[in-house]
């Protein structure tokens, strides 16, 4: 029932806000008419509405999986904000792809008033809905019952950490011991109402929605009658993860063939999120490979007459958790370079595994020109469009550096590797070993589909001064 009930709400706000994105779209519209100048006075309202069908059918599922319900009680009203940004951005960046693909023409003043208007009414709107939400449960209304399992530390924390947020609508009605109920009637002022073994017969007796255990390893192996008991009358059970201590990784419930598996993941894990990042890498490689095409046949050509050896320098680089494959640049050293590798270790400037040297006396003459400019990483976009890497994240690194990197640093190969990061953005050379793997870390932890648009914009003007290239 609750469920159904939570279901049934999610359509409600789905539809609403989609009313709220045509209205959106009718005012710019409008808005677009009243700005008309004298010069142009023939203005016919609705010539694009068109477009309007194409925005439902963009919005609906991205409203859908970053909707207000999705977000649970817990959710605070920046947060409901930054998640309208993510479905305008992501629903933009869609739609003018489609608008680029069939080539059409709409007015580019009347996409930015829509793009202005959906976001201000959507952030207004999802920031009253919580505030209206936070403020009933806070007098009562639309409340859970929560029993609590164990009276430990861990217990009385989460307890707490409920209390201290009203606004939540979780009720604590009690807590459990593990062992035999305790000589005591109440732990931090919440009332003992018996042991986890009379979990049953309370369950028949009180009001409960939720059933939080918060339990040692030892009594968390012995919870099978206690979950069951859960199971059968449709209450919700929530275990309190203390076990591991503090980790990288984010926790989700899965279910195999319906035997449920706890999965701890450091990296990015949001499906829809990493498709879109995907999509976006094969529409960027492509019309990059396409607007770079005179670049490349004329830097082919250059490097052709200017040094013997291959145009393009391909070598075997550790992709997505150490997969191998080979990467493609443009050949912008000498052709027997790895040979007079050995000669120049002394020289070396990076620590850590990493070999770099500054004015590295393998590089021809174009090929320093190339690394300045980064005309060299070009022919990466194929790797891009093949699947091999990204257009954002940590560089691919040589297999045989991975093989000395110490325990934390291998996590950087949990995301497909990029052409550009944090990195490539501070200075390259200017940062060394240890703060590199770092910032990869960073981007994993931190990673989004605007960090990513983030890291784009920022690329090119770093590109542009050469920030730390050599």
């Not at 080539?103 to 996409?111: A, C, H, I, Y």
């Not at 490349?296 to 070598?315: A, E, H, M, N």
């Not at 020109?369 to 560089?395: A, C, H, Y």
Request: glycine share 8%; with cysteine; aromatic share 8%.
């Amino acid at each position: 029932m609750i469920s159904s009930r939570r279901t049934l709400s999610r359509f409600a706000y789905v539809f609403f806000e989609l009313v709220l994105t045509t209205g959106a779209f009718l005012a710019a519209e409008w808005m677009r008419g009243a700005l008309r100048t004298e010069l142009h006075k023939v203005f016919t309202f609705g010539q694009h509405l068109w477009l309007l069908p194409v925005v439902l059918v963009v919005w609906m599922p991205l409203l859908w999986y970053w909707g207000f319900q999705r977000a649970h009680r817990t959710a605070d009203a920046l947060q409901e904000a930054w998640k309208i940004l993510k479905v305008v951005s992501v629903g933009s960046l869609i739609v003018g792809a489609v608008i680029v693909i069939r080539k059409f023409d709409p007015s580019r003043v009347l996409l930015g008033l829509f793009v202005g208007f959906d976001a201000a009414g959507l952030v207004v709107f999802r920031m009253l809905a919580i505030s209206i939400a936070h403020h009933s449960r806070k007098r009562g209304y639309d409340r859970i019952y929560v029993l609590v399992a164990g009276t430990g530390k861990a217990a009385r924390k989460h307890v707490a950490e409920l209390q201290a947020h009203p606004e939540w609508g979780l009720e604590v009605k009690g807590m459990l011991s593990e062992g035999p109920k305790l000589a005591i009637d109440e732990v931090g002022g919440v009332k003992v109402l018996g042991s986890i073994g009379d979990l049953p017969s309370l369950l028949r007796k009180e009001v409960v929605d939720e059933v939080h255990f918060a339990v040692s390893r030892r009594t968390l192996e012995k919870l099978d009658e206690a979950v069951r008991a859960c199971d059968e009358i449709g209450a919700t059970v929530r275990i309190v993860m203390g076990l591991f201590g503090q980790l990288n990784s984010r926790p989700t419930l899965e279910l195999l063939t319906g035997t449920p598996l706890l999965t701890l993941s450091s990296a990015p894990r949001d499906e829809v999120a990493l498709l879109l990042k995907r999509i976006l890498d094969m529409a960027i490689s492509i019309v990059a490979l396409l607007a770079s095409s005179p670049v490349l046949l004329v830097s082919s050509l250059l490097i052709k007459l200017t040094s013997p050896g291959p145009i393009i320098f391909r070598q075997r680089r550790s992709g997505m958790n150490g997969r191998t494959f080979t990467l493609y640049k443009f050949r912008t050293m000498v052709r027997d370079a790895e040979a007079k590798r050995d000669q120049l270790v002394s020289k070396n400037e990076m620590d850590g595994p990493v070999f770099k040297i500054k004015n590295d006396p393998r590089v021809t003459r174009v090929g320093r020109v190339f690394r300045k400019l980064s005309i060299d990483e070009l022919p990466q976009l194929w790797n891009v469009l093949r699947g091999d890497m990204s257009i954002v994240g940590p560089r691919p690194p040589i297999p045989a550096e991975v093989e000395k990197y110490e325990q934390w640093q291998r996590r950087r190969l949990s995301m497909r590797p990029g052409i550009t990061c944090i990195w490539q953005i501070s200075g390259r050379n200017d940062v060394d070993f240890r703060r590199w793997m770092e910032m990869d870390l960073e981007y994993i932890d931190n990673w989004s589909l605007a960090l990513d648009l983030k890291i784009i914009l920022k690329t090119i003007p770093a590109v542009l001064i050469s920030r730390g290239a050599s």
